[in-house]
T-cell receptor, first 112, second 115 residues
């Protein structure tokens, strides 16, 4: 148990589907993040939330829509994805942005 | 534009020997550096960090060295153990408020520790 829980662990969705990824942390952290890890590529920062406010959108396409209803929960809403969006999506949290974070185990997403 | 580079995708080392992982960065504004370790089917876990005011930080078998002039850092693991077999990611961030949360990662180095 890492302290950051992501669900589901695996997700297969069609290009016309709408799905959501969920992340939950009870570490008392103030910052939460979504990262994308494609095969043989560095982790790519997607979104940063600090005290529930989005502070960073790293030029992510609008088919990815984050939501942070409170400091413990973070969602990533997905719609009309492309096959190249298939990747491991990791959620992380940290006490403050940019500091060492705690990662969840990720959601392995496959878009068919 | 990749600002953090790990040029060795893999490293094989014998148990008991030293593992040396290298990382180079291009952004001179980075002032905080981290190493993460990742096992398959798990998220990365924080290993060790170093601030730019230091040139060395040690934690048990793990030591990180920072050479600011060369924009280079390295992670030494000694002695290497089979449980150290994992992917190691180097990451860097800047303390500037307009760079909050921009933790940049390298592509990772797969370490295999052989008996």
């Amino acid at each position: 148990e890492t302290g950051v829980t992501q669900t589901p662990r695996h997700l297969v969705m069609g290009m016309t589907n709408k799905k959501s990824l969920k992340c939950e942390q009870h570490l008392g952290h103030n910052a939460m993040y979504w990262y994308k890890q494609s095969a043989k590529k560095p982790l790519e920062l997607m979104f940063v939330y600090n005290f529930k406010e989005q502070t960073e959108n790293n030029s992510v396409p609008s088919r990815f829509s984050p939501e942070c209803p409170n400091s413990s929960h973070l969602f990533l809403h997905l719609h009309t994805l492309q096959p190249e969006d298939s990747a491991l999506y990791l959620c992380a949290s940290s006490q403050q942005p940019g500091q060492e974070g705690t990662f969840g185990s990720g959601t392995r997403l496959t878009v068919v | 534009d990749q600002q953090v580079k790990q040029n060795s995708p893999s490293l094989s080392v014998q148990e008991g020997r030293i593992s040396i992982l290298n990382c180079d960065y291009t952004n001179s504004m980075f002032d905080y550096f981290l190493w993460y370790k990742k096992y398959p089917a798990e998220g990365p876990t924080f290993l060790i960090s170093i601030s730019s005011i230091k040139d060395k930080n040690e934690d048990g078998r793990f030591t990180v060295f920072l050479n600011k002039s060369a924009k280079h850092l390295s992670l030494h693991i000694v002695p290497s153990q089979p449980g150290d077999s994992a992917v190691y990611f180097c990451a860097a961030s800047s303390g500037r408020t307009d760079s909050w949360g921009k933790l940049q990662f390298g592509a990772g180095t797969q370490v295999v520790v052989t008996p």
